[in-house]
């Protein structure tokens, strides 16, 4: 009950301690998810009513100069397969998404040297050029304030950049010393004041989370006020010093899910490819949970597997950008309904 209370609390105030954080996460039981998830649903229902936003993912590089402790394509990682998409291979994968129905196409990739800023710049333009009424997402890490601003000047419209953890020992633990924790919150400030629509989010279940370092991971977000969150749980790759961990918890992740929904309101939340991986209809567990999109994978069929974050990445079915007539339809059922148009944050009145 006393848990449900807090809940009540974060709804009605949209903030908790530092403290109350720490509490509700370290000890909820499976009443306390659903209670949250029930009032995320009745919030994204608020601001969104049954629709559910698509992005089409295009993994356009896996070379990566950092060296990421939980990440498959970390430098260290000799047998990671690399490879990167041309920039008509790139355009393509915005024609076949576009025709599929996608309005936003999302760049991700390694922070790969052999994409130039001046070359990613033009990459940006040309697919703005040809489909104006689509939006762009960037998601290729950390870069100087004017190559943000650059990016967005060529056309980028919204910036990907997960925090990984708010709490700086615990970011130590997953990254080398020469990786930043002020840095990457400082990226994230950035990006914002440039004017990207901007997207946190951390791992759920990274070796070395506590309640202590989710609590500060809410605070943080509390405190952002990001336009899109993602979440979903730490996979771990064999060929990383993780390799041996435990994999996150899917309920855990559901449960922060919707307390982030129920923190931020009218935020952008998607429900991951890694919760879709670790869960078998992960996708619509999170929308349950109170997710509002989803980011099928776009990418050439072929490199799908190359661009390996963590062991067992789906890229098939509900995963795949081919599969998402399956995902209306099973979205459909749920009484949810999957939209074209580029779904760009909103203010909240
Ligand atoms: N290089 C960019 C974008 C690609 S990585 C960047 O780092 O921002 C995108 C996200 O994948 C990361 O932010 C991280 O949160 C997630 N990720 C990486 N390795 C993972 C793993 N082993 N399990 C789950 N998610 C992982
Ligand atoms: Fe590179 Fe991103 Fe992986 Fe880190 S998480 S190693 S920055 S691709």
């Not at 040809?130 to 056309?155: I, Q």
């Not at 390996?308 to 079915?317: E, Q, R, S, V």
């Not at 949810?336 to 944050?345: A, I, K, L, P």
Request: aromatic share 8%; charged share 25%.
């Amino acid at each position: 009950m006393r848990n449900q209370e807090v809940i009540d609390r974060l709804e009605a105030g949209g903030y908790l301690e530092r403290e109350e954080w720490a509490a509700l996460l370290a000890d909820f039981d499976e009443s306390d998810r659903l209670y949250a998830a029930q009032k995320a649903v009745a919030t994204a229902n608020r601001y969104f009513g049954n629709r559910i936003y698509i992005r089409g993912l295009i993994e356009f590089t896996s070379y990566c100069k950092n060296d990421c402790y939980y990440c498959g394509l970390r430098r260290s990682n000799t047998r990671a397969a690399r490879y990167r998409l041309t920039e008509e291979e790139i355009l393509t994968c915005c024609e076949t998404g576009y025709g599929l129905g996608f309005r936003t196409f999302v760049l991700q990739g390694g922070e790969d040297g052999g994409f130039s800023d001046e070359r990613l710049c033009a990459l940006i333009g040309a697919i703005k050029e040809r489909w104006p009424d689509c939006a762009l997402t960037l998601s290729v890490g950390e870069r100087e304030a004017d190559v943000y601003r650059r990016f967005y000047a060529a056309g980028a419209d919204r910036y990907l950049l997960r925090h990984e953890t708010a709490d700086a020992a615990h970011y130590g633990r997953l990254h080398p010393p020469e990786m930043s924790p002020d840095h990457r919150i400082a990226c994230l400030d950035t990006l914002k004041a440039i004017g990207y629509q901007t997207g946190c989010g951390f791992m759920v279940g990274s070796p070395g989370q506590t309640p202590e370092t989710l609590a500060a991971d809410m605070m943080l977000i509390g405190k952002l006020h990001p336009h899109m969150v993602g979440i979903g749980p730490f996979l771990p790759h064999k060929d990383t010093p993780f390799g041996r961990e435990r994999a996150g918890s899917c309920e855990l992740t559901l449960f922060l899910i919707s307390l982030v929904r129920i923190m931020e309101k009218n935020v952008l939340l998607p429900a991951t490819t890694a919760l879709g991986t670790a869960l078998p209809g992960g996708r619509e567990a999170g929308i349950l949970a109170g997710a509002n999109v989803v980011m099928p994978n776009l990418s050439p069929a072929g490199i799908r597997e190359k661009y390996a974050l963590y062991d067992g990445k789906k890229c098939t079915g509900a995963e795949a950008a081919e599969g998402i007539d399956g995902l209306r339809e099973r979205l459909r059922r749920l009484g949810y309904e999957v939209v074209s148009g580029r779904g760009d944050w909103k203010e909240c009145k």
